[in-house]
């Protein structure tokens, strides 16, 4: 067995998953390339029912909080550079019921890479406060929703 100071994102399975298939490894901007990297996972999922769509983010979200936990605690770092399987998650969110264009995958990757890195509020007040799996999730699941809130509002109004 690997003792986990010694575990990196490519020699175990929860963390070659946590550090989003390895995009997480990028020496700079690893959220972005995480980011990136759920692009093509997304163009899958976008051929999904609606009601199937949602039921991968409920597991993705909960299945993340374990994955984000037990590598943040196998690193020894808290909410490590390199885990970004939540932004995959909060991608995945961002994206939701929108209409499968190009123009809509950037807008939702500019819009969730910005909240994700701004984090207004309770996104900043959350990132401080909440701890383990499930804090490492939370601030980019509410990133994508708010990527998702804008999203949204502009497909409403102009569309």
Known sequence: MIEPSQRRWNNHWVHFLAFGLGSGAAPKAPG???????IPF????????LW?????LV??????????DQASKDMGVHDHGGIVWDEFVGFWIAMTALPFHWAWILAGFVLFRLFDILKPWPISWL??????????MIDDV????FALLVLQAVHLAWF
């Open 32 to 38: 972005t390339f995480g980011t990136l990297a759920a």
């Open 42 to 49: 997304f163009l899958l999922l976008a051929q999904l029912p």
């Open 52 to 56: 199937a769509y949602i039921a991968v």
């Open 59 to 68: 597991i993705s979200f909960v299945f993340g909080i374990y994955l984000c």
């Open 127 to 136: 990132d401080k406060r909440v701890h383990g799996g499930f804090g490492i």
């Open 142 to 145: 509410i990133a994508g929703l």
